[in-house]
């Protein structure tokens, strides 16, 4: 949190910080002072993300990766990733 004597010029808000227990952050905000030429505090911009989008693909990597994990470590057999170039349709 921005406090009067803050000298920094950045600071984020640390996202969930006064959440319910168990309920998840929906967005992140970065506030920044402005200040005139001399360095006087002139205000603060303050700019909020949402974070939905990316909890839910880091969500979706995870459970992947996970797949991915177990998939390797249950062969008994190698495996082999085999790329094949794409046939035109005739």
Same mark, same amino acid.
């Given at each position: 949190?921005?406090?009067?004597?803050?000298?920094?010029?950045?600071?984020?808000?640390?996202?969930?910080?006064?959440?319910?227990?168990?309920?998840?952050?929906?967005?992140?905000?970065?506030?920044?002072?402005?200040?005139?030429?001399?360095?006087?505090? +002139?205000?603060?911009?303050? $700019?909020?993300?949402? #974070?939905?989008?990316?909890?839910? !693909? =880091?969500?979706?990597?995870? +459970?992947?990766?996970?797949? $991915?994990?177990?998939? #390797?470590?249950?062969?008994?057999? !190698? =495996?082999?990733?085999?790329?094949?170039?794409?046939?035109?349709?005739?």
């Amino acid at each position: 949190m921005v406090t009067r004597n803050t000298p920094t010029k950045r600071e984020q808000e640390a996202p969930g910080r006064s959440l319910p227990v168990g309920r998840k952050p929906t967005a992140s905000a970065v506030i920044t002072a402005i200040r005139d030429p001399a360095g006087n505090l +002139k205000g603060f911009a303050k $700019v909020t993300r949402g #974070l939905t989008e990316k909890q839910q !693909a =880091l969500e979706a990597l995870r +459970k992947s990766e996970e797949r $991915v994990r177990l998939i #390797l470590e249950t062969a008994h057999d !190698a =495996l082999r990733v085999v790329a094949l170039p794409p046939h035109p349709l005739r």
